[in-house]
């Protein structure tokens, strides 16, 4: 299933896509039949197998009605990838070291689909970075490699806007990872089952109708098992939190020379089989 936050008539809520493409897709608005107030606290309830059959499927509004918030709107934990690709740590001559480079980004950067991506007024060298994010189903502490996959929930899509001279300032990535609206995710989360073979996700990241960015999940150095190995071995992972497993070669910054984003681009990050997310860029004001 296709599970995502949004808004309606300004309330905040969560449910489910249902239809298909030559009838148009609708949404069942779960949190408005339910006491949990996210989607988050609905996967930390165990409630994404039971609410469909209390919910239904007859759609209470389309998806043109909505907008987007991203995917998990109040995670407790959003755990980035760095350098997870071969060919990216390639281009950017770091990485390689063994270990996955982690690094944290806050729920408020983030935004939904369709959202504005905001070029902050203090940098012109905002970069897309096309990624698939893992949403943790189950706690766990010194989860073995082995039942990793039985605490994933779902997977979505995430586009970490990168402003790489705050990011390069130092040997630390926060700054450069954190500007308001900068963190695109959406725009729902697929449930493994409708996946299938997770190592054939492939992400394609356009920037004005133009591919930058293309790769399979198999291409991952740190695989999704590894990554949840690694993790919860220094932190407990959460319900609802959200693991940004990392981005192919082909950014921005790499390229000679450089292609920054700028106002009125289009931004595009698909992930076969879950979607596409797309954000407008805007300069801020």
Not at 81 to 107: D, K, W
Not at 185 to 201: A, K, N, R, V, Y
Request: hydrophobic residues 40%.
């Amino acid at each position: 299933m296709r599970w995502l936050s949004f808004l309606r008539e300004d309330v905040a809520s969560f449910g489910y896509v249902v239809g298909s493409d030559a009838e148009g897709h609708g949404v069942v608005d779960a949190g408005s039949r339910t006491s949990y107030a996210s989607l988050r606290e609905a996967i930390a309830a165990d409630a994404l197998t039971t609410l469909p059959a209390s919910c239904g499927d007859q759609a209470d509004f389309s998806l043109d009605d909505v907008v987007y918030l991203p995917t998990i709107t109040d995670p407790d934990k959003i755990l980035c990838v760095g350098l997870n690709y071969v060919a990216h740590q390639e281009e950017t001559g770091r990485g390689g070291e063994g270990f996955p480079t982690i690094f944290v980004r806050f729920a408020a950067a983030q935004m939904g689909h369709e959202q504005p991506m905001v070029c902050p007024r203090e940098s012109a060298t905002l970069d897309f970075e096309g990624e698939i994010a893992m949403i943790i189903g189950k706690a766990g502490r010194r989860i073995a490699h082995a039942d990793a996959l039985s605490h994933v929930a779902g997977f979505s899509i995430y586009n970490d806007g990168s402003v790489r001279e705050y990011q390069r300032q130092t040997s630390q990535f926060t700054p450069g990872k954190n500007f308001a609206n900068t963190g695109g995710f959406g725009p729902w989360m697929m449930t493994l089952d409708e996946i299938g073979d997770l190592s054939q996700m492939e992400i394609t990241t356009r920037l004005n109708g133009e591919v930058m960015q293309q790769a399979k999940a198999a291409l991952l150095v740190h695989s999704f098992a590894d990554l949840i190995e690694y993790c919860s071995t220094f932190i407990e992972l959460s319900p609802g939190d959200v693991i940004v497993t990392g981005t192919p070669a082909g950014v921005g910054g790499a390229r000679t020379p450089p292609l920054f984003m700028d106002h009125g681009d289009l931004i595009e990050v698909a992930v076969a089989p879950i979607g596409v997310l797309r954000h407008p860029v805007i300069a801020e004001p």
